[in-house]
């Protein structure tokens, strides 16, 4: 079996100023001198500014290590790198073994004839990336999005996390480390090096065919064989044995009613072990390896339809629309954002009725967890390749060959996972017009498809051949590539509404077959912006405010937009909570009505689910976790059963659609209730109807010209709501005029707090007047809530399960307790 000895823990880290202090790997630089005090924190204020030298200058770690004799007999000893961020020399026992060019890719090393018996030392020195690329932009400029605002030159010639150098949502922190595990492993005879496994259901699913493929890396010439298991919850359902031969061994195996894995809200997500033991000639084991799957199909369905050309994710026989963000690395730093909060993360997407995420291609593969936790929680994964918002010197054949390795490394790291939907070569490239083309500092289009299309391609094909592979994000397959935005096929990024200022309401004239990016922008609540500010700094045009503001347009959009929708706010709290209800709203229109007008569009996957520090931003989710109200909207507009409602200010009516995502079709009931601005209720009603399984359709409209009539657009407010039984399953609102042209009445909240379980209160809150996006927030508590930003008729109430982050009483919950609604963001104080 394989011996292995674990680099990882305490090493030695030296800098310029005489820095030699304790670091720990995994990590980085700037982790450790923090840790150490010797910066301060990158995120408050303007610090980054201050921590710019750390990723100019040079660092070495080092440490001393002991290796056993039994260790150095073995066959082979491999010094093996999980991650080494980016340029390193790596030194042995005083002599250089290697150097390094690549984050993203694991780096291995024979070193049996490097190591002694007893006592080893082994150094790393990290030069500077962000001084290698801007020389290398001295030598050939390319263009890149962001330069002179957000956006550090250069980082294209590094096979680096892009957003290191900045982005319009993050820090410009170019950071360096051992930012993976690093060990030494030693084997006799051979290791398995690979696992494949190939599914083939049968048409029914009644079962499914696994072809398993184990490589192996061999020390020395012998009879080997492989034994295969595939166990479900421990028991063993199906097993074989093949001969190793030319390095490689395959077996079929045969699983009878498979259980099959399913994306979040269209089933359940049981998983397989595949296992391989390596035997030799005697029997004996002497090395083994195993893979978690999930029994399913899942593919991209492109075909011709009456709109064009279909673009839309299947599972085991099913389309289903995509819903879902996308996701940027949840810390600057690698090592600070955890396992624990990536997991955080994921579980709010799924308590979102998200079923797909996408790994946007500025930031980093994720760790194993990441997408072990996706295939956990049935969150399906369009999983970019790392290239973003660049040209890149694709016209370099060591850069491209370096690129080759690393992009077999990871498909070869991620291709067994369930959630893993599709492929994609990059981010944006063919949507940004400047990026390709033949004028200086663009990346020729041949350039362009060489490296996309036929090397990566390649590689995912050879490597991947079941998963599905598309070369950008945005990309039109059909007609002219250079019009990436067709809205006939292909994905699309759609940012009219925020870069061109378009009103909300033009997203439902955009009709794309799958929207990948869109978004809005809101400012992280109060207690955040606490963390990151001085009392005196809390106002969106501070210094300090605007230095947590990267996008260039980023204040004035949210101020414009929000002086169209509603009342100019008073005081700086309700402004920051004004601009996520802004947020919410925006999002909401897009999403509705690429839902309601599906199968044509099958996909909305906003920007993005989160932030890497405290910023103003596009996340639902701050970078505490917390929920801003664009998350809580999306828990009802990605309801897998919701209702809307489509104004028409001409006709003076609604037109009411009911969406079923599920794969069954459901009896329910539509409410429908008609109130002035005063709560009067002028008419209600309800109908029943059958929603066929994915399905859309308008079940009723309401046909409101004579109260209009007599109240006017601005005195009238709908709300809607669909039951399940008699239970309420998804509600909504709506109303002929902007909510700052309703003049709506003090709600006249109040509140009723009642202890419930595990550290949880329940907080029913009751309105006497219409009190819109109602919300409650625990001032100077954080807290989890069941819901929140809710809409309350006269007279009715709503309980909330809220659940504060510390131990604490129902007295101080009540003290703490704040219900608002939008009502109170514009009354004087």
């Known amino acids: 079996m394989i011996e292995t000895l674990s680099l990882d823990g305490t090493w030695t880290l030296k800098g310029p100023k005489k820095i030699n202090i304790p670091a720990i790997v995994p990590g980085c630089v700037h982790a450790d001198l923090h840790r150490e005090k010797l910066i301060p924190d990158p995120y408050f204020r303007d610090n980054e500014k201050l921590v710019q030298w750390v990723g100019e200058k040079s660092w070495t770690y080092s440490r001393s290590f002991e290796a056993s004799e039994s260790m150095l007999e073995r066959d082979r000893v491999l010094l093996r790198f999980d991650g ?78 892009q957003s290191n150098f900045g982005w319009d949502w993050g820090p410009m922190i170019v950071t360096m480390g051992i930012w993976r595990s690093v060990r030494i492993d030693a084997f006799d005879t051979a290791e398995i090096s690979e696992l494949l496994v190939k599914q083939s259901l049968s048409k029914a699913f009644k079962k499914a065919e696994l072809e398993v493929e184990a490589t192996v890396n061999l020390a020395r010439r012998t009879k080997l064989s492989a034994f295969v298991t595939v166990s479900k919850d421990g028991a063993v359902v199906a097993s074989g044995e093949a001969a190793v031969v030319r390095g490689k061994a395959k077996t079929s195996l045969t699983v009878k009613s498979p259980q099959l894995w399913w ?29 978690r799957i999930g029994i399913r199909e899942l593919k991209l369905v492109r075909e011709k339809d009456k709109w064009g050309e279909s673009f839309c994710f299947e599972a085991n026989g099913n389309r289903f629309f995509a819903k879902g963000a996308n996701w940027i690395p949840s810390d600057q730093f690698d ?47 369009w999983q970019d390749f790392m290239f973003a918002c660049a040209a890149y010197p694709a016209f370099d054949d060591d850069w491209v060959a370096n690129v080759k390795v690393e992009i077999e490394q990871q498909v070869k790291r991620i291709r067994h996972h369930a959630c893993l939907a599709i492929w994609c070569g990059n981010n944006e490239l063919e949507h ?61 990024h759609l940012w009219k509404v925020w870069h061109g200022r378009e009103p909300f309401e033009w997203y439902r004239t955009a009709y794309h077959r799958f929207c990948s990016e869109f978004g809005f922008q809101s400012f992280p609540e109060p207690s955040t912006i606490e963390t990151y500010t001085n009392k005196e700094e809390r106002n969106v045009t501070s210094y300090v405010m605007e230095q947590h503001q990267r996008s260039p347009i980023g204040n004035s959009a949210i101020i414009d937009y929000m002086l169209s929708w509603f009342r100019l706010p008073v005081g700086f709290d309700n402004t920051i909570w004004l601009t996520q209800i802004l947020q919410g709203l925006a999002i909401k229109y897009a999403v509705e009505h690429w839902r309601m007008n599906k199968p044509r569009c099958m996909g909305a996957l906003y920007w993005q689910l989160n932030d890497c520090w405290q910023v103003a931003s596009w996340s639902s989710v701050d970078f505490f976790g917390k929920w801003k109200a664009l998350h809580y909207a999306a828990r009802n507009f990605f309801n897998p059963l919701l209702v809307a409602g489509v104004e028409d200010l001409d006709t003076d009516s609604v037109a009411i659609h009911v969406v079923n995502d599920l794969l069954e079709a459901k009896s329910l009931s539509i409410n429908w209730k008609v109130v002035d601005v005063e709560g009067r209720e002028l008419e209600t009603g309800s109908k029943k109807i059958r929603a066929g399984a ?136």
């Open 263 to 291: 994306p979040n809200g269209l089933g359940e997500q049981p998983l397989y072990v595949v296992a391989v033991s390596l035997l030799d000639s005697e029997g004996e084991v002497i090395s083994q390896s195993s893979k």
């Open 694 to 829: 994915n399905s859309t359709g308008v079940f009723k409209t309401l046909k409101l010209k004579k109260l209009v009539a007599k109240h006017g657009q601005r005195g009238l407010i709908v709300k809607l709501a669909l039951k399940d039984g008699r239970k309420v399953v998804s509600e909504n609102l709506v109303t002929f005029a902007r909510p700052k042209h309703l003049t709506l009445e003090d709600p006249k909240l109040s509140v009723k707090v009642k202890k419930a379980t595990r550290g949880s209160f329940d907080v029913t809150v009751s309105a006497k007047k219409p009190a819109l996006w109602t919300w409650l927030e625990l001032k100077g508590i954080d807290a989890r809530y069941s819901d929140n930003f809710v809409h309350l008729m006269a007279g009715e109430s709503q309980t909330i399960r809220v659940t504060p982050q510390i131990k604490t009483t129902a007295i101080a919950v009540k003290a703490a307790l704040r219900a608002r609604s939008v009502f109170d963001t514009y009354q004087e104080i």
């Open 335 to 381: 090592v600070w954002g955890t396992d624990e909060r990536n997991r955080d993360l994921l579980k709010s997407s799924v308590e979102a009725n998200m079923n797909m995420i996408r790994v946007w291609g500025g930031g980093k593969y994720e760790r194993d967890d990441f997408y072990d936790a996706c295939d956990e929680l049935g969150i399906c994964i």
């Open 84 to 161: 080494l961020d980016t340029l390193a020399k790596v030194t042995l026992n005083g002599k250089v073994l290697a150097e390094t060019n690549n984050m993203f890719r694991e780096w291995e090393f024979d070193v049996k004839d490097r190591l002694k018996v007893g006592e080893n030392t082994i150094s790393i020195v990290f030069s500077s990336a962000l001084a290698y690329g801007l020389d290398k932009q001295k030598e050939r400029f390319l263009w890149q999005t962001g330069i002179g605002h957000h956006r550090l030159e250069g980082g294209q010639w590094v096979r680096k996390e």
């Open 432 to 492: 940004i017009s400047p990026i390709l083309g033949d004028e200086p500092g663009q990346m020729p289009w041949d350039e362009y498809m060489n490296l996309f299309d036929k090397v990566i391609g390649k590689i995912v094909k050879r490597n991947d051949p079941q998963r599905d592979y598309w070369p950008s994000s945005e990309h039109s397959p059909v007609g002219d590539r250079k019009f990436s935005q067709n809205p006939d096929c292909g994905d699309a």
